[in-house]
């Protein structure tokens, strides 16, 4: 298993700011994820945050609007940049842990509730 | 594509109450499929699962069996609790791939 923290945990911003949401796992693992949950709506894959290379966006998502960072195996960023009303959702990190089974189960953070105004 | 469809909510039960939570699935393959819990103020975490056709997950007294033919995978509990009460999420993850593909979740509320 894996417990993992989210920094900050809320947040109300102004609309045209950035946001850098923090998420430190208690182990090393090798897949990290970003997935943002909009009102009324299920999880959406943002990336897949890739240590010491680049993220993997997911259509509809680019590297300006969420720069991410993964300096090592237990730590990654999420920035939501230049907001708007519209990034008014919950972002949550998830990781991979390599099961037994025929897959592996992913874990995921408490998330951060961001508004914006 | 792949995609996941849930019973809306909120459903409201008594406790002891019998519960079930609808989910259909479109999928090419064999996706192993996944319920998922998210308690107030916590993360999600997984519930159950079912990785091939005919598997019956089961964990905290709740079922799901993988039914292929009519590709579903409700999830049952024969008398829930008020601590029961939270946002349930049907998912599915495509035939050897990572991308978890969930549906919108059904908020359950429990009465005492």
């Known amino acids: 298993s894996a417990v993992i923290s989210q920094k900050p945990s809320r947040d109300i911003c102004q609309r045209g700011t950035s946001l850098t949401i923090q998420c430190q796992v208690d182990?090393?693992?090798?897949?990290m994820f970003w997935y943002r949950q909009q009102p009324g709506q299920s999880l959406t894959l943002i990336a897949t945050?890739?240590?010491?290379?680049?993220?993997?966006?997911e259509s509809g998502f680019v590297i300006d609007k969420f720069p991410i960072s993964r300096p090592n195996l237990t730590f990654s960023t999420l920035t939501v940049s230049n907001m708007s009303p519209e990034d008014s959702s919950i972002y949550l990190c998830?990781?991979?842990?390599?099961?037994?089974?025929?897959?592996?189960?992913?874990?995921f953070g408490p998330g951060t509730r961001l508004t914006v105004l | 594509g792949d995609s996941v469809t849930q019973m809306e909510g909120p459903v409201t039960l008594s406790e002891e109450a019998f519960l079930t939570i609808n989910c259909t699935y479109t999928?090419?393959?064999?996706?192993?499929l996944f319920w998922y819990v998210q308690y107030p103020g916590e993360g999600l975490q997984l519930l159950l699962k079912?990785?091939?056709?005919?598997d019956k997950g089961s964990n905290k007294g709740f079922e799901a069996t993988y039914r292929k033919e009519t590709t579903s995978f409700h999830l049952e509990k024969g008398s829930v609790q008020v601590s029961d009460s939270a946002v349930y999420f049907c998912?599915?993850?495509?035939?050897?791939?990572?991308?978890?593909?969930f549906g919108k979740g059904t908020r359950l509320h429990i009465l005492p």
């Open positions: 999928a090419t393959g064999y996706p192993s």
């Open positions: 998912a599915l993850t495509p035939n050897r791939d990572d991308k978890i593909i």
């Open positions: 998830s990781v991979e842990v390599l099961g037994l089974a025929s897959y592996n189960e992913q874990f």
């Open positions: 079912a990785t091939k056709a005919d």
């Open positions: 182990s090393q693992v090798t897949m």
């Open positions: 945050a890739n240590q010491g290379s680049e993220a993997t966006y």
